[in-house]
């Protein structure tokens, strides 16, 4: 079965930092792009990151840029998102999600709550 | 960055179709992807592409395009249509980012 789980997720105060990660199965990981999107609490879909199958080509939202960072290991079958100075706004679900040509987001995650708050 | 503007809310009686739609101006250089998201879940993908429905998605879906806006049309609603349909792309200024609509709201009635 094709799957993608996250986990990571969890309380953390402002300013500070989680790293979420995505764990992949059933497919060959190494082929695929991947993306980060998040969900703030009954909001919409907001795209937060990109990268390529080698993780040699990334991109970030606005939003993100220069707080976040997306990393993988395809000997691990494993995506991350290393998030730094979160924010409030940063409260939300966040999915990993699988492209084969972007903007196609064919295989979804559960999600990974995160909440930013003192 | 590029926005794509979707209805927030749209009904259709049972049996009936539906079009809901999504503008802006990256969908005059990109097609637009569909998504569907039932309280609780993770969004699936419906439409990608042209008009192209992944495995196992219904065929009473189906995508179109025509200038700067993008439709996902459902012919026959049933009541397991009723969910939030977000529209997707990229963004037509060059940055490679890709940007989601608001969503739509959609009622079975």
């Known amino acids: 079965e094709v799957q993608l789980v996250e986990s990571g997720g969890g309380l953390v105060q402002p300013g500070g930092s989680l790293r979420l990660s995505c764990a992949a199965s059933g497919f060959t990981f190494s082929s695929y792009e991947m993306n980060w999107v998040r969900q703030a609490p009954g909001k919409g879909l907001e795209w937060v990151s990109y990268i390529s199958s080698s993780g040699s080509t990334i991109y970030y939202a606005d939003s993100v840029k220069g707080r976040f960072t997306i990393s993988r290991d395809n000997a691990k079958n494993s995506l991350y998102l290393q998030m730094n100075s979160l924010r409030a706004e940063d409260t939300a679900v966040y999915y990993c999600?699988?492209?084969?040509?972007?903007?196609?987001?064919?295989?979804w995650g559960q999600g990974t709550m995160v909440t930013v708050s003192s | 960055s590029s926005e794509l503007t979707q209805d927030p809310a749209v009904s259709v009686a049972l049996g009936q179709t539906v079009r809901i739609t999504c503008q802006g101006d990256?969908?005059?250089?990109?097609?637009a992807s569909w998504y569907q998201q039932k309280p609780g879940q993770a969004p699936v993908l419906v439409i990608y592409?042209?008009?192209n429905r992944p495995s196992g998605i219904p065929d009473r879906f189906s995508g179109s395009s025509s200038g700067n806006t993008a439709s996902l049309t459902i012919t026959g609603a049933q009541a397991e249509d009723e969910a939030d349909y977000y529209c997707n792309s990229r963004d037509s200024s060059g940055n490679h980012h890709v940007v989601f609509g608001g969503g739509t709201k959609l009622t079975v009635l």
């Open positions: 592409g042209k008009n």
């Open positions: 990256s969908l005059r250089s990109y097609y």
């Open positions: 999600a699988r492209s084969e040509t972007v903007p196609a987001f064919d295989i």
